[in-house]
């Protein structure tokens, strides 16, 4: 807590405040408030119940779930960190339960004290501890911690280091960290790559994922009086300077001080980022209407931020938290201030009270005063480090917030509804698999839809129909088809489509046996892929992978021939990744795998599709293209037309991305046959051309912005 240099009116507290919220564990033993620090969630909402991390007296941290029946916190027995100089920060991603807890240093951060992340399943009401965890995040204290997911699965966490003494000065450095995708093997933490990365001794950070593909950290920086904002696309090099963007949030005397909390909207396509931060006005000015809490919103369609005041420094009041409700379209904004019964106080900070503001998402402009009271106790006015959770709120969830007493050593918290459980309209959402192929083609339905619909309505295109969930349909007929979904509950119905293309059955000719794939998601120099299931002598295999960095091929099994050789995607050393495709005419007495050889150890990932019915003289029926995008911000790409000199050839391509995750859609009309899991990611795909000439161009789609590359040819039949 900062003493502010500046005085304001008090008046006396009465004998006994009202009880706001409700009082829970007792606890001992532990070296900090457990509900702190600032930027940090304790909460998450997950399968019908609240849930936190609480600290257990005699034993350590905990998860605890809530029974709102009882109003009580109860104990699962699941431990995480027993070490009492520990606080942390959680993430419920939808399928993990990720616990970031690291040793606490309020000056120098001190070496050999490990920062570890757990990670649990959820199953059937309780958390399990995954195999290979907890792994370690740094070896350095910190004063504060936080972690987010970004869209690769990778967990980002970033803190502040303080070096240095009272004698020679001190030193104090942004820190991020990234790991492997679901919070396995972490880099080497480093500083965050930007201009001016060393703040105040007491300055913190946070992290946050936004946008659909982005990573946000967040700093305060009293040296240079801002709030500065550093971002990065998911997919770059993360150490690399020119991945970052940088600029101040907030700018300006006395704008900043050593507490802020950051919200995002992940359902929000327009990627709004929302943080409340503590100014430090109240230093050096006894004037009671400035800001002492202010809202900032940073919108990525003009890349700068709004702010708005939460609350002013005659409100007295300190270590905002802010929750957003999204049912509601509100900006839920919580503080401590002095108990009710006191209208000022001796200094900005002191302990009391929680108190709750609220404000529109779109206009944020919160209304004078201190707020309504959440959480106060009538006997012990020194509430403190409120906290929540990262995730948003609705009418169905209610909202929780507590918080610690830290003189009487007990929690407190508040539960409260936001309205009504009215489910809204569903939200109709489906896939189908496939959305391509040739006649008969039954394809798979499975229901996403959002909102909660009691009943379901599909429609083929063909004039078939259902009213089960997730069903499944065969076309028997050629042709193009608009499936759709109606998903209806008590509120109303909304509808979705997608088109079905059935592909005529291709006179003899080419046609696919199997596909299969691998990848390494480890460096490794060697690329092994099994033969696919059922080929026999005489089928053209074709194989393409995609290796990290800028590798050459040293090997390449006996037989097989390139199409596309090294073609590079932003390749260097350090970033990007290569490209290559092969055939191969299986003989008699093939192996049950293929292995190529990289230059160097790498991350690859790549596959092997079988054909049957290619001339194996010629197996290629037209010139290889290939089109390139290395600006990491590409959501489609197009290949160029290719033209075949044979009717009835198979056009093939496919992708190849610098990314570690599946993105690719291919072509409309087209199959995808495989696409590598993990590693470097490449794919194939292919469809029949009856007759001769031009095909057209072939445009693959991501799921996210990346660098990638896409080729084609065509397969010439054997007769």
């Given amino acids: 807590m900062i003493v502010a240099g500046s005085l304001l009116a008090t008046s006396p507290a009465a004998s006994a405040d009202p009880a706001y919220g409700t009082p829970s564990l007792s606890y001992s033993g532990v070296s900090n408030p457990p509900t702190s620090d600032k930027p940090q969630s304790k909460l998450w909402w997950n399968a019908g119940s609240w849930w936190a991390d609480m600290w257990k007296t005699g034993t350590g941290w905990s998860i605890f779930r809530l029974d709102r029946g009882t109003g009580t916190w109860v104990d699962t027995g699941v431990r995480n960190d027993s070490r009492n100089s520990t606080l942390a920060d959680t993430l ?54 936080t972690i987010d997911k970004d869209t690769t699965g990778a967990i980002w966490a970033t803190w502040t280091q303080v070096a240095g003494n009272s004698t020679a000065g001190f030193t104090s450095t942004v820190y991020v960290n990234n790991s492997l995708p679901g919070g396995t093997n972490w880099t080497t933490p480093f500083v965050l790559p930007v201009a001016n990365p060393n703040p105040a001794p007491d300055d913190i950070s946070a992290v946050v994922a936004f946008g659909q593909n982005k990573i946000g950290v967040m700093w305060s920086d009293q040296l240079t009086e801002s709030v500065n904002w550093a971002t990065r696309t998911d997919g770059t090099d993360p150490a690399s300077t020119s991945s970052w963007k940088v600029q101040p949030a907030i700018q300006g005397n006395k704008q900043s001080d050593d507490h802020l909390n950051l919200k995002t909207l992940q359902a929000d396509t327009s990627g709004r980022v929302f943080a409340a931060i503590k100014t430090s006005l109240n230093d050096t000015s006894s004037d009671p209407t400035l800001p002492e809490l202010l809202l900032l919103v940073f919108k990525p369609g003009t890349g700068s931020f709004t702010k708005s005041t939460i609350s002013v420094g005659g409100d007295c009041v300190t270590r905002p938290q802010i929750v957003l409700d999204t049912q509601n379209n509100l900006v839920r904004a919580f503080q401590t201030a002095p108990p009710t019964s006191v209208s000022g106080c001796a200094f900005s900070g002191v302990a009391g009270s929680i108190y709750e503001k609220t404000a529109s998402m779109d206009n944020p402009v919160f209304a004078a005063g201190r707020g309504t009271p959440v959480i106060q106790s009538a006997s012990s006015s020194n509430m403190n480090d409120v906290t929540s959770s990262k995730q948003s709120v609705n009418n169905s969830t209610g909202i929780v917030v507590m918080a610690s007493d830290n003189v009487a050593k007990r929690y407190w918290f508040s539960d409260r509804p936001l309205g009504p459980v009215t489910p809204p309209a569903p939200v109709a959402a489906f896939t189908a698999t496939p959305t391509t192929g040739t006649a008969p083609l039954n394809v798979s339905f499975t229901d996403t839809s959002t909102g909660t619909p009691t009943s379901w309505a599909w429609t083929f295109g063909d004039s078939g129909t259902s009213t089960v969930q997730n069903p499944s349909h065969t076309y028997t007929t050629a042709g193009t088809y608009t499936a759709e979904l109606t998903a209806t509950n008590s509120t109303g119905s909304t509808s979705a489509t997608t088109t079905i293309t059935v592909n005529p059955v291709p006179p003899a000719g080419v046609t696919v046996v199997n596909s299969s794939s691998a990848s390494a998601s480890t460096a490794s120099a060697n690329v092994t892929i099994a033969a696919p299931a059922g080929t026999a002598a005489g089928d053209v295999l074709i194989a393409a992978i995609t290796a990290d960095f800028s590798p050459t091929m040293s090997s390449v099994p006996t037989g097989w021939t390139p199409i596309v050789n090294g073609l590079g995607i932003n390749s260097s050393s350090n970033s990007g990744s290569r490209a290559f495709v092969y055939y191969h005419v299986v003989g008699t007495s093939d192996p049950a795998s293929y292995t190529w050889t990289l230059s160097t150890a790498v991350k690859w990932g790549g596959g092997i599709t079988a054909y049957r019915g290619v001339n194996n003289t010629t197996p290629l029926d037209s010139p290889v293209v290939t089109a390139l995008d290395t600006t990491y911000s590409a959501t489609s790409i197009t290949a160029p037309s290719v033209t075949t000199a044979t009717a009835g050839a198979m056009l093939i391509g496919g992708g190849a991305c610098d990314c570690s995750a599946p993105v690719f859609s291919p072509p409309s009309g087209w199959t995808e046959r495989w696409e590598a899991p993990a590693g470097q990611i490449a794919e194939l795909a292919d469809r029949f051309q009856a007759t001769a000439g031009a095909s057209g161009t072939a445009t693959w789609t991501m799921s996210a912005a990346r660098a990638v590359a896409v080729w084609r040819t065509a397969l010439k039949p054997a007769a």
């Fill in 92 to 145: 419920w991603d939808g399928e993990h339960l990720y616990i970031a807890s690291h040793v606490v240093a309020k000056s120098v951060s001190k070496s050999g004290q490990q920062a570890r992340l757990y990670r649990y399943s959820y199953s059937a009401g309780t958390y399990t501890l995954d195999n290979g965890f907890p792994t370690t995040i740094n070896t350095n204290s910190s004063e504060t911690m």
